[in-house]
């Protein structure tokens, strides 16, 4: 399972999530202008790499249900 590319792919989404998820929390916590200017913009990256992860994650369960 581990060696499944999907599966690498899939977990390297997550943890790109993970990333942008911990930037917005230390931009908002920092709080200043960088974070005015950006705070929608960094939730929408966020939003857009969550579909991802989770439309890669229902595909690699989808295709590791047949075994």
């Known amino acids: 399972m581990s060696g499944d590319p999907l ?25 200043g202008e960088f974070n005015r200017r ?8 966020r939003i857009i790499a969550q579909a991802v992860a989770v439309a890669l994650i229902v595909a ?6 047949g075994r």
Do not use: D, E, P
């Open 7 to 31: 599966f690498i792919l899939a977990s390297v989404s997550a943890l790109a999530v993970l990333a942008i998820l911990m930037f917005g929390i230390g931009s908002f916590g920092k709080g």
């Open 38 to 45: 950006n705070a929608n913009k960094i939730m929408r990256w």
């Open 60 to 65: 690699f369960a989808y295709f590791q249900g």
